[in-house]
């Protein structure tokens, strides 16, 4: 964690240096997601994973995430084993925000259906600065984890 964080610094920073030449350069977040998935569902609940990708100058926040899957999605935290509803996640200047198994996610309650492997399970994640941005997560088997594919 301190590692990833201290890496993340570092590209931020390289990043500034490289644009201060530059005047015209975009202000900004300038962001991507990719690597979204969905692992297939057990239960009335379901949890989302995904990298939100920052190429802009400005850090960003991710606020929220709306689905027609369901009225209740939240984001969360896993601490401990635990995990916990957060307001936001930080998405930094030059760096990534990594929703992945075992760590932080997006959580899915009183699903309205349960989406089978091969389906697509549309979102929209909104932000503090960026525009919202649609994605479609593809439904993957209960297990999957593309770190250890
Ligand atoms: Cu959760």
């Avoid at 297939?40 to 990708?53: E, N, T, Y």
């Avoid at 996640?89 to 259906?113: T, W, Y």
């Amino acid at each position: 964690m301190k590692r990833r964080a201290a890496l993340a610094g570092a590209v931020a920073l390289t990043a500034g240096l490289t644009l201060a030449g530059c005047s015209s350069a975009e202000s900004g977040p300038d962001i991507t997601v990719s690597g979204g998935f969905m692992p297939q569902p057990v239960s009335d609940m379901a949890a989302g994973f995904l990298v939100v990708k920052n190429s802009g100058t400005t850090s960003d926040r991710l606020t929220s995430v709306t689905s027609p899957l369901s009225d209740d999605v939240t984001i969360h935290e896993t601490k401990n084993q635990a995990m916990r509803m957060v307001t936001s996640f930080d998405v930094p200047a030059g760096g990534e925000l990594n929703l992945e198994r075992g760590g932080n996610h997006i959580m899915f309650m009183k699903l309205k259906q349960r989406p089978k492997q091969g389906e697509k399970v549309s979102v929209e994640l909104h932000f503090e600065k960026a525009d919202p941005i649609k994605v479609d997560l593809p439904v993957k088997e209960t297990t999957y984890n593309p770190k250890t594919q």
